[in-house]
């Protein structure tokens, strides 16, 4: 071969190795130099109605990579603003590095920023460049953003943005929550016949002794009543707690759902993935508690009659998880059927106490029930004087459930 063919491609080689690696180093030194935002959160200021306190979780890269998570280089910073697009200058100026939005999972909103209002924060996000509109919406109850972000980042064992995504799958995993992003809430607010719902979370103090035994619902205060070796002994920390949804009229707060009454939401809006239900029988005078695990593989029926009647037909799936020994036969005719009427029973007497809730304290319908019946209208002017609300507020909702039981060993029995 020539020698100085062979001299040519080895100078394009070297030459070629040359460009890459300084591609690559260029990359790596940018990477090196970026934060990412996990989460967002916003409070009021005390005594001051024009600005607001933003916090942000930033995660530098090599946190944001791995599958652990090393809650000390996690960092948690807040910046008092007059809007988010403020704050985030600010951000800009004061983290030496370039601060990235694109993997920012979730916006958490006080309780008292709630009750007054949402839509202008969230259409700012929608309207900026910075911020995606698929982040979730999640409301701390009763707590600050800056507390409930720094309580998530003490507690959780995991990557930051991988917390967010177990959220994302407690709807999956227990129905008492449902997710909505910001993109779904603004959608709501310009649907008149439904009102939206949002993630709620709370803190909860637990006091886990040197024993390991936790208490819940404790407070960081010891009682005046404890020695100094209790005092010395337990230990209190703040769980994260994702639990119930908190119900909009418009784009403000009015009231909150419990995780039993999400699920009854879900049921009737769209499915239950997973329910667990703690059904109390009374047999000879003995109270039995039996756990039952319940789920949707078909949509809930709703029918509308002339009279202001609302009949929903509710589908449901359910396995018996856990009951008195020696008091479940599935082959018992009579017991199956003791057992279905006791579940109807009870799931009707909560159905009405869900909706008595909706009806007479929110005035709100959440579901969408009066959506399915707007289609008998011919024009907008018609469904206005309609005036579906009050029709709502004033139906007689009648819920009933068509029951499979299954067992474990999937033989279904109606």
């Not at 071969?1 to 190795?17: A, D, S």
């Not at 890459?20 to 967002?40: E, M, Q, R």
């Not at 005092?231 to 703040?238: F, G, I, K, L, P």
């Amino acid at each position: 071969m020539n020698k100085k063919l062979v001299k040519k491609i080895l100078f394009t080689l070297i030459l070629l190795f040359a460009c890459f690696k300084a591609i690559g180093l260029k990359n790596a030194n940018l990477v090196n130099h970026i934060t990412f935002v996990s989460a967002i959160g916003i409070d009021k200021i005390q005594d001051n109605d024009e600005k607001i306190l933003v916090t942000f979780q930033i995660v530098p890269p090599q946190v944001s990579l791995e599958n652990g998570s090393d809650s000390a280089k996690v960092l948690i910073t807040s910046v008092e603003a007059d809007s988010i697009e403020q704050a985030i200058t600010y951000m800009h100026n004061y983290i030496s590095s370039v601060v990235n939005f694109s993997q920012t999972r979730a916006i958490i909103f006080s309780e008292e920023i709630a009750r007054e209002g949402l839509q202008k924060y969230l259409s700012s996000i929608s309207s900026s460049s910075t911020l995606d509109t698929n982040m979730y919406v999640i409301i701390s109850e009763d707590e600050s953003a800056k507390d409930f972000l720094e309580a998530i980042n003490k507690n959780a064992e995991m990557n930051p943005f991988n917390y967010f995504n177990v959220i994302k799958n407690s709807e999956f995993i227990g129905s008492s929550s449902q997710l909505v992003t910001v993109m779904d809430f603004l959608k709501l607010l310009h649907e008149p016949l439904q009102s939206a719902t949002v993630t709620l979370g709370r803190l909860e103090n637990v006091t886990e002794n040197e024993n390991g035994n936790e208490d819940q619902n404790q407070t960081n205060e010891a009682n005046s009543s404890d020695t100094h070796t209790k005092e010395v002994n337990d230990e209190t920390q703040t769980n994260v707690v994702i639990d119930g949804v908190a119900i909009f009229k418009d784009d403000k707060m009015i009231g909150t759902l419990t995780g039993q009454e999400t699920a009854f939401h879900l049921m009737v809006s769209k499915t239950v993935n997973v329910f667990f239900y703690q059904l109390i029988q009374e047999k000879e005078g003995e109270k039995i508690a039996s756990s039952l695990y319940c789920w949707q593989n078909q949509k809930s029926k709703i029918r509308f009659d002339q009279s202001n009647f609302i009949d929903i037909t509710i589908p449901l799936n359910v396995t018996l998880v856990q009951t008195k020994e020696n008091t479940f036969d599935f082959y018992n005719e009579e017991y199956m059927q003791t057992l279905k009427n006791d579940l109807i029973e009870a799931l009707t007497l909560d159905f009405d106490t869900y909706f008595k809730k909706l009806q007479t304290e929110y005035k709100t319908d959440i579901d969408g029930l009066m959506k399915k019946i707007k289609y008998r209208f011919l024009t907008q002017k018609d469904i206005d004087n309609y005036e579906m609300n009050n029709h709502f507020c004033s139906a007689n909702i009648r819920v009933h459930f068509d029951i499979k039981f299954v067992t474990s060993g999937l033989s279904n029995k109606k």
